[in-house]
């Protein structure tokens, strides 16, 4: 008879074994969650927890780290604006113990002496001020603008230079704007540079590799590209060329080439000779054979025609060029291509000066073949200058770079004019007074009336007498309007010898004026009004009349003669600047040094204006700092908002956490239990 084996359960023994085990695991694993949660007080570690949690948590998490890098930039940001601000106050200190030096040298008290030892102490300011504008916080020049690695102040030729760029390093503010944490020359120091505008339109003529974006265009409004219709004889219908895709003149010229060179081999004939489509001066020209014409016109609303210069002509064998198409001056333009240059190009010579010394340099262009070429060999040979085009495109800037220093472009005497044939004479017939002194211009005496008769009277407005050196004088009367250009001077002076001519001799024991004794205009060589006679044997002598400072700002006080050539030639009053801080300071101490009461007066005013300058810096550092402690307060709460979000999302209820850790060690400890009692059961305690 068979019997139930003892050991045998309801289930099977696997299928219990299984069913416990997975209980107790999904326990263990439920557990050892609360008890990471509790050890990290993170309720969300990793995506597989809660994927659209953790999933937030990222994006806020990365918010608050960029917060907190922006906390910290603007902390440096605030620090570094702190240190600038700072620096400006020295800087502002150091300008008003200059003004008082200059202040108190000007009274009739102070000496030669006096003042020489004067000179000594801002000699020793203007080292102070290098140091102030080189002053660096964490690496970061404050002076420094965009590039603030490098000391943005050098010494160069006796003067300073700024090698700075830019306005400012900007710190991130996020969302809002930018603020720049370093200031550049021009805020606090003064200029960085000054520019002699070149006077005289080069004109360029047009080259096959001449760019069409470097044409202001027959409109002057530039080329705009497009198709073109050709008319050949009075063909129908025209010939479209397209020339959407031309890039230089000679991809127009080729174009336009071609499909005329088809049009005489579809019909026999022959109608372009051998220059075919080419440049004439500024144009684009058709060597058009006798007989035939061309015309071209613009297709649809196109105007690339019109800008061509080449609609509203009929070319034929007597009418061969278009509209001038005015080339602007670019770095690629060939010399060769310039109007009014004489090839090759001879020397120009550069002259800084400082004080009552000079430097020169003379730059040979005879080797240029480009703008360019021109360019790299005056900044090569000349360091302090720098050449760039000029903003209409048409002539070429020359800066002065060098606080402290004024330059003076000159001719090279006996050589070409290339100088002023390239428009960069410092001063030449064109020159505007206006520009003498700093841009002071020339102060002239005018309208002054006789005390006896009440009308204005020339007596009393008369600015100079010049002496020749035969004893005989005439006076020079300059009015507002011949202060228009240096030509205009001249012109005046030279109109009042000849007035002088028919009149009474102002002194009466030297010979009469006679005409040809006198002329007045530019050298062939250093700058400066020239007054050439032909009588001697004196030197020409200037004297102010009427207490006018004309003589003065014309640099005739100061002129010198030459015995050799006859010739009187005034101090070049339009030499270039840098109206800068350091350039006043070095007037000043230049002006103490010479017993110049006249040039302290001058170097205190110029002090004035960079007191002012300070001032407007620093109330601008001000506001870049109260922008910067908004930013921090704004950032501070947008990362308190952010944290209060992530920390609901990820961060841990201990409470709740620690009651489900209690309840799953008690259902731990309770599959425990029950499972070793079912382990124990058979079918045998089912049955009985």
Do not use: C, H
């Amino acid at each position: 008879m068979s019997s139930i084996p003892s050991n045998l359960t309801r289930v099977p023994n696997l299928m219990a074994s299984r069913l416990l085990l997975s209980s107790l695991t999904s326990t263990n694993v439920d557990l050892l969650r609360v008890q990471s949660q509790l050890a990290s007080n993170k309720a969300i570690s990793r995506f597989s927890d809660n994927a659209i949690g953790a999933a937030q948590v990222s994006v806020l998490q990365d918010r608050l780290e960029r917060g907190a890098q922006r906390l910290q930039n603007l902390s440096s940001a605030n620090a570094t604006l702190s240190y600038l601000d700072s620096t400006l106050g020295d800087a502002t200190d150091l300008v008003s113990q200059a003004k008082s030096i200059a202040s108190d040298q000007i009274n009739a008290t102070s000496d030669a002496t006096t003042r020489s030892n004067q000179a000594i102490v801002i000699d020793g300011m203007i080292r102070s001020l290098l140091q102030l504008a080189n002053r660096s916080t964490n690496g970061v020049y404050v002076f420094g603008g965009s590039t603030p690695t490098r000391p943005p102040i050098e010494e160069l030729r006796g003067g300073f230079r700024y090698v700075g760029r830019g306005s400012g390093l900007l710190t991130d503010l996020g969302t809002w704007d930018d603020i720049p944490v370093t200031i550049g020359g021009d805020n606090a120091i003064g200029e960085t540079s000054s520019r002699l505008r070149g006077t005289v339109d080069l004109n360029p003529g047009l080259t096959p590799g001449t760019r069409l974006t470097d044409l202001f265009g027959a409109r002057s409004l530039g080329v705009s590209k497009g198709k073109v219709a050709l008319t050949i004889n009075g063909s129908t219908p025209p010939i479209e060329v397209d020339l959407s895709n031309a890039d230089t003149v000679q991809d127009v010229t080729d174009a336009l080439t071609a499909a005329i060179r088809q049009y005489e081999t579809d019909n026999s004939v022959t109608v372009l000779g051998s220059g075919a489509v080419g440049t004439s001066g500024g144009a684009i020209s058709l060597d058009v054979v006798t007989g035939n014409t061309v015309a071209i016109a613009d297709v649809g609303q196109g105007v690339t025609a019109r800008d061509l210069g080449l609609a509203g002509t009929t070319f034929n064998d007597t009418t061969p060029a278009g509209a001038d198409l005015n080339p602007k001056v670019t770095l690629l333009t060939p010399v060769a291509a310039l109007s009014g240059l004489t090839l090759p190009l001879g020397s120009v010579r550069f002259r800084f000066t400082q004080g009552t010394t000079s430097s020169i340099t003379d730059v040979d262009l005879s080797s240029a073949q480009t703008v360019g070429d021109i360019r790299s060999l005056i900044q090569s040979q000349v360091p302090g200058v720098r050449v760039e085009l000029s903003a209409n495109g048409r002539s070429l800037d020359v800066f002065n770079e060098i606080s402290g220093l004024r330059l003076g472009i000159e001719e090279v005497p006996g050589g070409a004019e290339t100088a002023t044939e390239l428009g960069i004479r410092s001063l030449s017939s064109g020159t505007l007074v206006s520009d003498f002194n700093n841009g002071r211009g020339v102060r002239v005496v005018d309208g002054n009336v006789n005390p006896q008769t009440g009308v204005i009277d020339r007596q009393y407005n008369t600015d100079f007498r010049i002496t020749l050196g035969n004893g005989q004088a005439f006076d020079v009367d300059l009015r507002p309007q011949d202060l228009t250009s240096v030509q205009t001077v001249l012109d005046r002076i030279n109109q009042e010898f000849t007035d002088a001519l028919s009149q009474p001799p102002l002194v009466s024991t030297a010979p009469a004026l006679s005409a040809g004794d006198f002329n007045a205009t530019l050298t062939d060589g250093a700058n400066g009004i020239a007054f050439v006679q032909t009588v001697g044997p004196g030197a020409i002598g200037v004297t102010k009349l009427n207490n006018s400072a004309a003589a003065e700002d014309l640099g005739l006080e100061g002129g010198n003669y030459n015995a050799g050539s006859a010739t009187f030639i005034a101090q070049d009053r339009a030499m270039v600047r840098v109206n800068n801080l350091f350039t006043t300071l070095m007037e000043l101490r230049d002006a103490l040094r010479g017993n110049d009461t006249s040039g302290i007066t001058l170097a205190g005013e110029g002090l004035e204006t960079a007191t002012d300058r300070l001032s407007e810096a620093r109330a601008l550092v001000g506001v870049y700092s109260n922008r910067v402690d908004g930013a921090t307060r704004r950032q501070e709460d947008l990362n308190t908002i952010d944290e209060q979000l992530r920390s609901g999302v990820q961060d841990l209820d201990y409470t709740s956490a620690a009651i489900r850790f209690n309840t799953l060690r008690t259902q731990l400890q309770a599959a425990l239990q029950s499972g070793a009692q079912l382990q124990s059961l058979s079918l045998l305690d089912f049955l009985g």
